[in-house]
């Protein structure tokens, strides 16, 4: 059993900044990747960005040059700093555990974090 509880979220203005955190406990040894999903009403949860426990990361096209995941190990927490946020980033933000190989990421069904709401909008 792995538990995720993330935090950060808010309502921001188009421009702005959030930083996401999402600290994982339990049996996290079973997982080298954690990532952040999103999701708006109606749509699929689609992924943000992910990062292995290397260090390696992925980012969706929409969010590259604006978002930066990060990790610390020994927290076992994941961070999503998202800069010059833009409306169309309004969703709930999930964190996840998985595995990352082949600069791809697979999460875990069933391990989501609580998701935090992010609002952009002027």
């Known amino acids: 059993q792995v538990q995720l509880v993330e935090s950060g979220g808010g309502l921001v203005r188009p421009g702005g900044s959030l930083r996401l955190s999402c600290t994982a406990s339990g049996n996290t040894f079973d997982y080298n990747g954690m990532g952040w999903y999103r999701q708006i009403p109606g749509n699929e949860r689609e992924l943000v960005a992910a990062i292995s426990s290397a260090g390696r990361s992925k980012y969706a096209e929409s969010v590259k040059g604006r978002f930066t995941i990060s990790r610390d190990n020994a927290k076992e927490t994941v961070y999503l700093q998202m800069n010059s946020l833009k409306p169309w980033d309004t969703a709930v933000y999930y964190c996840?555990?998985?595995?990352?190989?082949?600069?791809?990421?697979?999460?875990?069904?069933?391990?989501w974090g609580q998701g935090t709401q992010v609002t952009v909008s002027s």
């Open positions: 996840s555990v998985g595995h990352y190989y082949n600069d791809d990421y697979y999460p875990t069904a069933g391990y």
